[in-house]
């Protein structure tokens, strides 16, 4: 190409279908908007900016079609990445395994952890309400034995859904209390044990190690991250020291990291709902549950097509 | 706090302004990009953030015009005027002082987790230091686990408290609250309320009821630290629906630059009174917009600086 068409397709975003291919000046405009949209979605900016490199990436030197929009190529190549991200590679299957550890005859125990005020604790009993509903026998552990009224409240929940709790009260060490919850629930022939823990920032080095503790001690069949879709930047540094902190941890064949994701409050964010890609993409982990709402049926499924068209729409 | 590491990567880009030879598009382009990237990272509001660029830019090219003016000092100057812009609503935190010897009625609003109940108490426990007078009412009746909250919060800090185990209208136990500590002539009487957001109308009429049943001398609205883009709508509608008058943004001993609460004293118009730093009762601090800006930026000799 060249002259005169060319300068006139290049300004209306269309590729000539030439023989050079894309070039990163071509896709640029549409990189920055499409950068821009997803920061708006809540993406954290590392992610975006990874993303949308690595668009470009694979675009640069691709051969479009004659006449087609740029900005729809990139569009596109983004919708892909997305998908791709946010599809799980491994997917765990709660109850299938919950049936096996039934057989084994141990309780399959389940670790909530995450920072501050997320909703670990509201959503723990979420997920008690939904092993009811399957016909699964559960125990909740109160290893919160640091935030007022924590052990009130799973005492709360406990009582509403009929379902024992394991709590030595307050300042106890929750490691050990978590040790004897999971011989409890063995002696009470329970499925399944879910324990909650405390809120924690994730640069708080002894209460980071503390948790470290609790998992290496208890070898639990599935550590959940709990993550809320309000969070902004954060997510990314978040997933990234709780994951190496259970890392660092890890011995033999089956290093314990972070298992899944359950994200909350999906409620409360409309269309920015970025997090769930920052949260996956910085762990590999899936989302496994949705929190979305305040009550016990409030629990779902990752949408991946719903989650991709609020990111791009 | 992670605070110094925004004000760091935005005087760092500042610096690449001091040290280029002559500063044309190109200079002022890539230090903004550096800032925008910089405050991206930081939660503030995407488009607060657009809009700062706008503005620096406008004021740097109306600066060519005029002859002898040092352009490197109006950028430097335009940045900072913006950074205080956005995290100064205007209001003075003066205004949002409790007085002493008359009743005063705070009431505290925000999101689910956000950290209300630690908050209010911890708000009490500030000013029963400087001599008030306070009490907690508990008119959360929703979360499980809400009235043990508040009571043990209360007896850490001993102050006294007032719920209810069996009532569930939030706003005729607020209204008891309120009147009987105002019998008792507390003078600081700070009410705590259940989390809520903007999707949920019921919520937001709830507290509509309960601001009307206390009214109130003071709203705050407390906000996490680690919110990111949903924080601008969510503090606009609770300024629409009830009268906040200050911020308070909480857990800002975490990792996170706590930009998406600052972008929201934007929506509110109501200046940050307090940060939380921990989850101790003794963790709060007193904020203020224009320190902020200059501890953020690394400068304690900012308020020369800004008068240049
Ligand atoms: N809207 C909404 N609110 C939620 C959701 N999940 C939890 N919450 C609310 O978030 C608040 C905090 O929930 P908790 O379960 O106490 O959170 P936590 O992580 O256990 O808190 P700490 O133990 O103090 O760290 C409560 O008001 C919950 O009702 C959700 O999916 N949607
Ligand atoms: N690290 C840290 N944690 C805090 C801070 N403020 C509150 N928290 C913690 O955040 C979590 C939630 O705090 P709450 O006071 O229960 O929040 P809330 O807004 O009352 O929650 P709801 O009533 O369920 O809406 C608790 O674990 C608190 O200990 C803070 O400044 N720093
Ligand atoms: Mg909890
Ligand atoms: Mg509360």
């Known amino acids: 190409g060249g002259g005169l068409l060319s300068s006139f397709v290049g300004k209306l975003g269309m590729s000539m279908g030439g023989t050079a291919g894309l070039t990163r000046q071509e896709i640029q405009p549409a990189l920055v908007q499409l950068k821009r949209k997803l920061m708006e979605r809540n993406v954290a900016e590392e992610i975006a900016e990874k993303l949308c490199e690595s668009v470009a990436a694979n675009l640069v030197g691709q051969k479009l079609g004659s006449f087609r929009l740029i900005s729809t190529a990139v569009k596109e190549a983004l919708e892909a990445a997305l998908t791709r991200i946010l599809t799980p590679k491994r997917s765990i299957d709660v109850l299938r395994e919950v049936h096996a550890a039934r057989a084994r005859g141990k309780p399959y125990t389940m670790v909530f952890v995450g920072v501050n005020g997320v909703g670990k604790s509201t959503n723990l009993a979420k997920i008690a309400y939904w092993l009811l509903q399957n016909k699964v026998k559960v125990m909740i552990a109160a290893c919160d034995t640091f935030r007022a009224g924590a052990v009130e409240q799973l005492k709360t929940h406990c009582a509403r859904l009929n379902v024992p709790l394991y709590e030595r009260g307050y300042e106890k060490d929750p490691a050990k209390v978590a040790f004897e919850a999971i011989r409890a629930a063995e002696r009470a022939k329970c499925d399944v044990l879910l324990v909650d823990t405390a809120g924690r920032m994730q640069d708080n080095e002894p209460l980071m190690r503390a948790l470290s503790g609790l998992i290496s001690l208890n070898e639990p069949d599935l550590v959940l991250f709990v993550g809320e879709a309000l969070v902004g930047n954060d997510a990314v540094d978040q997933l990234t020291k709780f994951g190496q902190r259970l890392a660092d941890l890890a011995t033999g064949p089956n290093p314990h990291t972070i298992d899944g994701i359950l994200l909350t409050k999906f409620d409360t964010i409309d269309d920015k709902v970025g997090a769930a890609l920052s949260m996956v993409y910085t762990s590999g982990a899936p989302i ?16 991946v097509k719903a989650v991709v068209r609020s990111l791009l729409k | 706090m992670v605070l110094n590491e925004l004000g760091q990567s935005i005087a760092k880009a500042l610096e690449g302004i001091k040290t280029a030879n002559t500063i044309d598009d190109k200079v002022l382009d890539a230090c903004l990009k550096d800032i925008c990237t910089a405050l991206l990272q930081a939660d503030i509001n995407v488009k607060l953030v657009m809009k700062l660029r706008t503005n620096v830019k406008t004021r740097a090219n109306n600066a060519d015009k005029g002859a002898g003016l040092d352009k490197r000092k109006i950028i430097e100057k335009a940045v900072v005027d913006e950074l205080i812009a956005m995290v100064d609503s205007g209001g003075d935190v003066k205004t949002v002082e409790l ?59 001993q102050i006294p408290f007032y719920g209810s185990y069996t009532e569930t209208d939030p706003a005729i136990i607020a209204a008891q609250g309120v009147e009987k500590f105002k019998k008792e002539k507390r003078d600081l009487i700070i009410v705590d309320t259940s989390g809520r957001h903007k999707q949920e109308e019921a919520l937001f009429e709830e507290m509509r009821q309960v601001a009307e049943s206390v009214q109130p001398t003071l709203v705050i609205f407390t906000m996490d630290g680690s919110i990111g883009q949903a924080a601008f709508d969510q503090a606009k509608a609770f300024r629409d629906s009830v009268e906040v008058g200050a911020v308070i943004v909480t857990k800002m001993d975490g990792h996170a630059k706590g930009g998406g609460a600052l972008s929201a004293v934007a929506a509110t118009q109501a200046p940050i009174a307090f940060i939380g730093t921990g989850e101790h009762m003794d963790e709060f601090e007193r904020f203020e917009a224009k320190a902020f800006v200059g501890r953020l930026l690394g400068r304690g000799d900012w308020k020369g600086f800004v008068n240049k």
């Open chain 2, 99 to 157: 007085k002493k010897g008359q009743s005063n009625v705070i009431m505290f609003v925000g999101l689910q987790g956000c950290g209300k109940t630690t908050t209010a108490s911890k708000y009490g426990a500030f000013h029963k230091k400087k001599g008030f007078k306070p009490a907690l009412v508990c008119a959360d009746t929703f979360r499980a686990g809400a009235f043990d909250q508040l009571k043990q919060n209360a007896s850490k800090t």
């Open chain 1, 288 to 303: 496994m549950f949705v929190g979305c709402g305040q009550t016990y049926p409030d629990l779902t499924r990752l949408n």
